[in-house]
């Protein structure tokens, strides 16, 4: 009986996919005050445009780089005012692909960063594995400098775990992004339940 040929998301090679070529700066959605997207209460941004296209994604209508609205001074006024609230504990970047959509999530960052120092937290996920990033173009590095928790690589169906912290698979990982940055090496988050 011949076997049935299993589909695998795209594998890019360094620098393959660059934002300034593939992104529109549109924006899937906005979700602010969320609990699913990451530790605490979070406000999140689905970017628009993932070339990854992994079977089984959950959030398909966001593989396209011309779904949703553009991206706008006052969407980005609205997320800073809603970060601004005690209670919320950072920015989540999902999409789509926030490391195809750099433009954008650069712009947010930044000004997080100059807003509320390290005082909210950003957390991103990314098809890309931790060590493709690292040979990644310069917008890509930049945005991975800014965040602080990074869940990496592609959803495997045949690795699909609904039990896990954060991840739709097990390969995925939740990496601590500076402390990875400082060591070399990839450093998981410490608050991993096993």
């Known amino acids: 009986m011949p076997t049935k040929k ?4 795209n594998n890019p090679q360094p620098k393959e996919w660059l934002a300034d070529e593939l992104s529109e700066q549109r924006i899937a959605s906005y979700k602010p005050f969320n609990f699913v997207d990451g ?3 979070r406000c999140s941004l689905y970017v628009s445009g993932c070339k990854f296209n992994c079977p089984g994604c959950y959030n398909k209508v966001a593989q396209s780089f011309h779904f949703g609205t553009p991206y706008t001074q006052e969407l980005e006024d609205q997320i800073i005012e809603d970060l601004g609230q005690s209670y919320v504990q950072g920015l989540t ?22 807003e509320f120092g390290h005082d909210k937290d950003i957390w991103s996920w990314t098809g890309y594995k ?24 592609r959803f495997l169906q045949s690795k ?11 390969n995925q990982r939740i990496i601590n992004v500076p402390e990875s940055l400082k060591s070399g090496k990839v450093v998981i988050w410490d608050r991993l339940v096993k």
């Open 6 to 9: 299993v589909r695998l998301p």
């Open 130 to 153: 931790w060590e493709e990033l690292m040979k990644e173009s310069d917008d890509k590095k930049e945005l991975l400098s800014l965040i602080d928790i990074l869940i990496d690589d």
């Open 39 to 41: 530790e605490g209460v």
């Open 93 to 114: 970047l999902l999409g789509g692909e926030p490391f195809l959509n750099t433009q954008v999530c650069l712009r947010l960052c930044r000004r997080v960063r100059k």
């Open 160 to 170: 699909m775990d609904l039990t896990l912290q954060f991840r739709g698979s097990s």
